[in-house]
């Protein structure tokens, strides 16, 4: 039973353009949702989130938005950069300790 | 300041052997956990631990052991090999929400 779903494997974005990723979940209950970025050989590293009380959260390039009545979230990457390139893993949790991962996206930005 | 480290980097095991993966962290944190990342299946907990001396189950512990003696290490056991343990294992440590994550380590069992 998959709680969070990625439902798109792969995503390719002109550099400079928007990079929209997305993610849907199931379960009401999550309050914390974040995003992780993973580059080939090394682990996931944070990038940015939210709490459950706000819809949107803004960092630099980086903005994710989060729609609760829809259960869905997504990262903006304006503008998008070939250094993008990654999977990106969107993540919810009850508390720190059960966090579920989607399958995650893998982002192509091209020069 | 290392961060998260695992060791080791790539094991190969036969059906039924045993083994520890390692995994310190020098950032103080709380809590320590272990996943698993299979093709298409995104990250899965196996167990965590809120503090030194306890640990706990998560989504996927079935065949699996942990132990935290030490507040900086989280070790993770394999008593009986499975081929469908053959996975890419990370460890991660928390002060709270953010996770902070290891570079991994690749485990096949044939």
């Known amino acids: 039973d998959q709680q969070v779903k990625q439902n798109s494997p792969s995503l390719s974005v002109q550099e400079g353009r928007i990079s929209i990723l997305n993610c849907d979940y199931t379960n009401s209950m999550f309050d914390y949702f974040l995003w992780y970025k993973k580059y080939p050989a090394e682990g996931p590293t944070f990038l940015i989130s939210?709490?459950?009380?706000?819809d949107k959260n803004e960092d630099g390039r980086f903005t994710v938005f989060l729609n609760k009545s829809a259960k869905h979230l997504s990262l903006h990457i304006v503008p998008s950069q070939p250094g993008d390139s990654a999977v990106y893993f969107c993540?919810?949790?009850?508390?720190?300790?059960?966090?579920?991962f989607g399958a995650g996206t893998r982002l192509t930005v091209k020069p | 300041n290392a961060g998260v480290t695992q060791t080791p980097k790539f094991r190969v095991l036969k059906t039924g052997q045993s083994m520890t993966l390692l995994c310190a962290q020098d950032m103080n944190h709380e809590y320590m956990y272990w996943y698993r990342q299979d093709p298409g299946m995104g990250l899965r907990l196996i167990h965590y631990s809120v503090g030194e001396g306890t640990t706990a189950k998560g989504e996927v512990p079935d065949g699996y052991n942990v132990s935290r003696l030490k507040k900086q290490n989280f070790l993770l056991g394999l008593e009986s090999a499975a081929p469908s343990q053959t996975s890419v294992y990370f460890c991660?440590?928390?002060?709270?929400?953010?996770?902070?994550f290891g570079p991994g380590t690749r485990l096949t069992v044939l």
């Open positions: 939210i709490s459950s009380i706000k």
């Open positions: 993540a919810a949790t009850l508390d720190n300790n059960d966090m579920r």
């Open positions: 991660a440590s928390s002060p709270w929400e953010e996770q902070f």
